[in-house]
Each structure stands twice: as C-alpha cells, then as structure tokens.
C-alpha cells in the first residue's frame, strides 16, 4: 500500500520515503543536482536534455558518503519532466547491490547525523 508524502510543491503517492540530500546524477557526460531521492527514484534539477516521459537511460550517481564517496550506475525510466522548472523524475529500474547499499548507507549517515 502507498501512502501519501508531501515533498516540496506537491502531494504524491510514493512508495518510498524521499530524502532531501546532496547528490549528483550524470546523464551522458553532464552532470545534474538532485533535488530528492528515494531507493526507487530521484529529482534532477533543471535538466535540459532530450529525454522524455518514458524513455529510458543510463545514470550514473555520485553520493557524497563519508570517506572518499561513491559512485554507483543504474538505469531509470523518466516519469515525469516538467515543463515549467525543468525537474525530471527518473524511476531507477535496477538497483543492483552496491546501489542499493550505497543508497542505504548514506541514508543510515544522514539519519544519524540528525539531517532526514
């Protein structure tokens, strides 16, 4: 059962809590800021690239771990781009491990530093 999140402007179905925390996400060779994060998904700030509801790409994402950070790839299926601020939704589809762990783990060093 989804229950419903309210993040930023609006109020919407999610099935994973979002984060609000610095992390990049590169598609192609251009480096993007993510607005927020779930295990399932991510925000891309002001992306001015082709992509559209429904297409599918390759990601790449830098999470800014303590130590010396980590890098991790995955695919995403675009949800939603909006035309007004340029957001993109991007939905992973296939965190392997090290993603998922990755992702876990910088959300464990959040909530302990009392930043969730």
């Known amino acids: 059962m989804r229950r419903r999140t309210t993040v930023g ?10 984060m609000m ?3 990049t996400a590169v598609i192609g060779n251009t480096p993007y800021a993510i607005g927020d994060w779930s295990l399932g998904g991510v925000r891309i700030l002001d992306y ?3 992509l559209e509801t ?5 990601i790449r994402v830098l999470v800014p771990t303590a130590g010396p ?7 995403g299926e675009v949800r939603r781009r909006d ?11 296939d965190l392997d ?6 992702l876990s783990r910088y959300l ?7 930043h969730a």
């Open 9 to 18: 402007r609006a109020s919407e179905r999610r099935r994973d809590r979002r």
């Open 83 to 93: 035309p007004d601020d340029g957001d993109l939704g991007m939905a992973f589809s």
């Open 54 to 58: 429904g297409d599918v790409a390759s």
């Open 108 to 114: 464990r060093e959040r909530l302990l530093r009392g």
């Open 21 to 23: 925390a610095p992390m």
């Open 69 to 75: 950070g980590a890098l991790f790839h995955a695919t």
């Open 97 to 102: 491990g090290i993603a998922f762990d990755t």
């Open 48 to 50: 001015f690239g082709s």
